[in-house]
């Protein structure tokens, strides 16, 4: 018999195919089905390539809603937090890789499972199920038809897209996503805070007293709701460090001037940026509106997908829930006067604020709080962005510009010195607050785990 003889090249490139048909092919074929079995087991559509618009427009009906029924800002904010988390658990087995907020935030129960995981869903037609039965069960009457309507638009489109199969299997699974949100809403302590009287006390000279006559203290019992993801409802308190005071040398006198004089000489900009931010219930959808506003418009102007934008929602929902319930508590445990009263009293009698106070204490300032925990999250998920903000575009005011949401909260922040309703005080350490809560919601919730421990 003949012996073969080869070059060493193709002894070579003989070893390297062997070595190939030997290690890699039995692997390659495992790779491969691991792969039609990830495509057997997961035939839908990821929310990864899937437009969010129809989430913005369920977030702008909710905005309108909360406006229509004239809903308060802590109230307008609770609501905003569970829309947002619906949305994102209704969408969640579209979104590979990512986390139930279940466990995560506080007493939240386990969520649903697909019923049958290797069956096509439709993630819009079950955030439509899902949104409509949370949304109905937390407002009221009056809003059920816009509800409703919206809904039936969204999933005549659905049907149209996919097939009634399919999105009457989504519905199924959305509305038993919505029912399992509401029965952890009920638990929250809403009822037993709306229901409770409350009376002012009577206290110092620096005891906060309605300014407003006809008005009544304004969820006074706010701070004792159960709180999403802050381990308790204090744990960003920022107590104050102003003393008191009516004499002229102090600092406190010297706030209350800072207001008076920011007040009594407005620039035009100042007004512009003081009527921006005045969010007031019944006339807009609330502070923590506006911020649900702004995130509609950056959907749209980023281009953002379905899953980016509900794990957004989600975030600052429950963000701007706890920067209300931690502001609210500390203004009912501090109960200082507002500027409008200090100031008439110790300094000019006919003296107003450029905007009208609302009906709550003064210390901290809701708008600062709440506009930096939202900020906080929005920079954290979506990065330094700049953004249009035409939220009052439906009350004829020119859009702002911001180079970030940074820049965005600290303008909502000083509008309220510039409304004549906040000491400087209370507007700097709201900021404090509110990006301490921001960031206890970033570290609490992990939409996906993290890496390397």
Known sequence: MTKLRFTRPTRNLLMLLIA????????????????????????????????????????QMLYGRVEAEKISP????????????????????GMPGFNSLAGQLTDMPDMPELPDEKAIYDWPASADAALAVTLKGLMSADSVSAIDALRTTHLAGRTQATNAEVVKRSVDYGESI????????????????????????????????????????????????????????????????MKFDTDPSSTFYAQAMEVKTTR?????????????????????????????SIENQVVIQQHIKLDWAAGMYALVGVALGDAFIACWNLKYEVLLLRPETYIKQYIRRSWAPYIQTPPFPEYPSGHSVASAAAAEVLTKHLGTVAFKDDTHKIHN?????????????????????????????????????????????????????????
């Open 264 to 292: 009594d000489n407005l620039t035009e900009e100042q007004k512009a940026i003081a009527n921006f931010w005045v969010d007031t219930a019944g006339i807009t959808g609330t502070p923590g509106g506006h911020w649900v």
């Open 20 to 59: 190939i048909c030997t290690f890699v092919l039995p692997h390659l074929s495992i790779v491969i089905s691991q792969i039609a079995k990830a495509q057997e087991e997961n035939p839908s559509v990821k929310a990864a390539d899937l437009d969010a618009a129809f989430a913005t427009e369920w977030m």
């Open 178 to 241: 919505g029912k399992a949100i509401l029965d952890w809403a009920a638990k929250d302590g809403y009822k037993e805070a709306e229901s409770k009287p409350y009376e002012l006390p009577k206290g110092d000279a620096s005891t906060y007293i309605l300014t407003t006559p006809g008005t009544k203290p304004n969820e006074p019992y706010w701070g004792t709701l159960r709180t999403f993801a802050l381990q308790s409802t204090n744990l960003c308190d920022v107590q104050p460090s």
């Open 74 to 93: 802590p109230a307008a904010s609770r609501v905003y937090a569970y829309a947002g988390v619906t949305l994102y658990e209704a969408v969640l087995a």
């Open 397 to 453: 005011m020119p859009a702002r510009f911001f180079t970030s949401f940074e820049a965005a909260a600290q303008e909502a922040a000083i509008s309220r010195l510039y409304g004549g309703i906040h000491y400087r005080a209370a507007i700097e350490n709201g900021l404090r607050q509110g990006h301490c809560i921001g960031s206890i919601v970033l570290s609490r919730i992990q939409l996906k785990p993290r890496l390397n421990g």
